[in-house]
């Protein structure tokens, strides 16, 4: 049985490569094709942040990686940061603060 190229399959069943998309600061362009498929981006990105050892990736490399994120997707991201990792917050907490000044209004939609 042979599988088809990775786009024939759903985006549940595809490896994302998080460390090669932090690494040159760009998501594909139409990649996120939809909200839902943005907001599953964002789940398993928040899970591979968690998971991999320090090092991996540098903040910077993170904010370059949210910034091409729809502003409500950002906010998604710290909110499931927050979810998954309370106490890792005060790890993110420069890019947290950053991001959410920039869209405070969206905090209340």
Do not use: W
Request: glycine share 6%; hydrophobic share 45%.
């Amino acid at each position: 049985m042979t599988v088809g190229p990775q786009s024939a399959l759903p985006f549940a069943a595809q490896a994302i490569p998080f460390n090669e998309y932090l690494a040159a600061g760009k998501i594909p362009e139409g990649y996120l094709a939809s909200e839902y498929i943005a907001q599953q981006f964002v789940e398993r990105l928040v899970h591979y942040i968690l998971s991999v050892p320090a090092g991996n990736y540098s903040m910077g490399e993170l904010s370059q990686l949210l910034e091409q994120l729809d502003p409500r997707a950002q906010v998604f991201f710290f909110k499931k940061l927050k979810e998954t990792s309370p106490d890792c917050l005060k790890d993110f907490a420069p890019l947290y603060y950053g991001f959410m000044n920039e869209f405070e209004s969206l905090l209340f939609t």
